[in-house]
């Protein structure tokens, strides 16, 4: 503290001053305290101005004394002047969110393989920063890669690069695209033993904003139905939820043909093994179970009843043999009550020219009662297009109602027919008798059927994963046109999804998507004038468990900048 005496034409002013150093490395001070004018003063200090002074300068000694008390009291007074206006262009508001996300970054040692891109290609851009910031604004604030540069730019941490360095690194990475998953797999241990002995693979496919074909996106069957070229996507995920390894391929091409050339790359880059396959009926095709039946490698996956043969079909659709999945006792299921929630089944071997197999079916009054529910609001909407005589079928929906709409052509001698339309009791009747129904196949003879039944219900998490890439993380549409570029994009979100996985679990999972991510995207902050920062989201249960997986703290009343910094350092692990 220091006094600091102003004059003027009309009068001589006292006041209490407090130095600081600012940002940019300058110095400069603030007024803590106005003592008065010197006429003010000499009616209670006089009678002369060497008694002001005195006086003065005694309550900067008291006003230090004070203000170190506070400091080691840890206390923090920072004045505001209602008539001071806000400097220009002086940045208040920063995103804090990504610390956490950031932790996870650098254990999996990111930034290592970064290194390791800077050495080979030798460009002077921080392409560690680039890639974790994209990153980051891919969870946090989804958008264009120019918009993710923006976002970046209220980080606590502003960007080290500009724009244009952006575009550069896209190429880079969409280059060494399989060399960084390899990169992430092996680092990955460094955040716990991962459960890759169990492998999820599917499919999914993402729509690009334009009109014609163009290398690897062709028109091809769209999940949204979208008349718009489309790339598919190939995902493995291992028995945690966590994500493998991708690929892509184009928009037109068969998805079964996929698999093989990633799972080579994850035999042989990876150095995985032995794993149990695990995917839908789509991707459990006859000759992907043979190329999975090899080394250590079993298979268990989905098997269409509708597909059996005859007499495969007769057994699976018959309520007899059927047993207790918890105790392995005989049940007969036609006599279970319609809220019985257990879980019930049958096996039998299943083989084929090269195959020794087994086929699980099992049965769920649980899921029969809902598979029923909803077939029944599909006949009355098929009754309703009778009656009103619009009953068109829509081929591309599997679940369309006209589906229960029969047609019957009645003739007369010498006349052209009738055609009459009908509700289909048949076709309601046919499909009823799969109500409950399912079916596994796999090669693993020996194991329980719990075991078995529990691996192949966790498929549910790689649909999810597809579903945060797309949704939470707006993965589509793709605006990218250059090959490496689309390969980069995918790449981020690939990555995001990883970090985002693995954040999850350090949770324990005990939080929804929805929760996480909008937790993160509010824990935000507000710069005080060159001294530090004011949290500004609510401190929570999640807040304190994100602070405790993390290992640091940003929920202080006030976190200086130097704090801050220290906060920073112990996100990347530095201390």
């Excluded at 006089?46 to 840890?74: C, F, H, S």
């Excluded at 002047?81 to 002086?90: P, S, T």
């Excluded at 068109?392 to 109602?401: A, I, Q, V």
């Excluded at 790449?491 to 999804?497: N, Q, V």
Aim: net charge positive; hydrophobic share 30%.
């Amino acid at each position: 503290m220091n006094l600091h005496i102003s004059k003027s034409r009309n009068a001589e002013s006292f006041y209490i001053c407090k130095s600081y150093v600012k940002a940019n490395g300058s110095t400069s001070s603030m007024i803590i305290r106005k003592l008065g004018t010197l006429e003010q003063l000499l009616v209670e200090h006089g009678p002369t101005r060497d008694d002001v002074l005195a006086w003065a300068k005694n309550e900067v000694k008291i006003e230090t004394e004070k203000y170190k008390k506070e400091k080691e009291e840890k206390t923090v007074l920072i004045p505001f002047h209602a008539d001071r206006h806000l400097d220009y262009n002086k940045q208040a508001f920063f995103r804090g969110g990504y610390l956490f996300l950031q932790s996870v970054y650098y254990q999996m040692q990111m930034n290592k393989t970064c290194r390791k891109l800077k050495q080979k290609y030798k460009f002077k851009y921080d392409i560690n920063a680039i890639l974790s910031d994209l990153i980051y604004a891919r969870i946090l604030e989804p958008c264009s890669k120019r918009s993710s540069y923006k976002a970046a730019s209220e980080f606590l941490e502003k960007p080290s690069y500009q724009l244009h360095d952006v575009y550069r690194a896209l190429d880079v990475l969409g280059a060494e695209c399989d060399m960084i998953q390899a990169e992430v797999y092996k680092n990955s241990h460094f955040l716990g033993q991962r459960n890759d002995k169990i492998l999820y693979y599917d499919c999914s496919n993402y729509y690009f904003e334009i009109e014609q074909e163009d290398g690897s996106r062709k028109y091809g069957k769209s999940k949204e139905h979208r008349p718009n070229p489309i790339i598919q996507m190939g995902l493995f995920m291992d028995g945690d939820g966590i994500p493998l390894a991708f690929s892509l391929f184009p928009g037109n091409a068969n998805e079964q043909t996929s698999l093989k050339p990633l799972e080579k790359k994850i035999l042989g880059e990876f150095g995985c093994q032995k794993f149990i396959y695990c995917s839908d009926a789509g991707l459990g095709s006859e000759s992907i179970r043979e190329y999975n039946h090899m080394g250590e490698r079993a298979y268990i996956v989905t098997q269409s009843i509708k597909k059996l043969k005859k007499e495969e079909k007769e057994w699976a659709l018959s309520p007899q043999g059927f047993k207790r999945v918890s105790d392995d006792k005989p049940v007969d299921i036609t006599k279970l009550p319609e809220d019985d929630k257990g879980l019930y089944y049958k096996d039998e071997p299943y083989t084929t020219k090269k195959l020794h197999q087994r086929l699980i079916i099992t049965y769920s009054p649980k899921y029969a009662l809902y598979q029923k529910s909803i077939r029944d609001k599909q006949v009355e909407r098929a009754q309703k297009m009778l009656d009103s005589g619009n009953a068109k079928k829509n081929r591309k929906n599997p679940n369309d109602p006209a589906r229960f709409i029969g047609k019957m052509a009645v003739t007369k001698d010498g006349e052209a027919a009738d055609i009459q339309q009908y509700l289909d009791e048949d076709k309601i009747t046919e499909e009823a008798q799969y109500d409950g129904l399912y079916a596994v196949c796999t090669d693993l003879l020996d194991d329980e059927v719990g075991d078995i039944l529990k691996v192949s219900e966790s498929r549910w998490r790689i649909e999810e994963c597809f579903r945060i890439m797309k949704t939470d993380f707006s993965a589509r549409p793709v605006y990218l046109q250059d090959e490496n570029r689309i390969r980069a994009h995918f790449l981020i979100c690939f990555l995001a999804l990883t970090i985002y996985r693995y954040l999850e679990k350090k949770l324990d999972l005990k939080y929804t998507c929805e929760e996480l991510l909008d937790t993160l995207k509010a824990m935000n902050f507000a710069g005080i004038q060159e001294q530090g920062f004011i949290p500004l989201y609510r401190r929570e249960t999640i807040t304190d468990d994100l602070h405790e997986v993390c290992g640091f703290r940003t929920d202080y009343q006030f976190i200086t900048k130097s704090k801050m910094r220290t906060i920073q350092k112990k996100s990347k692990g530095k201390e």
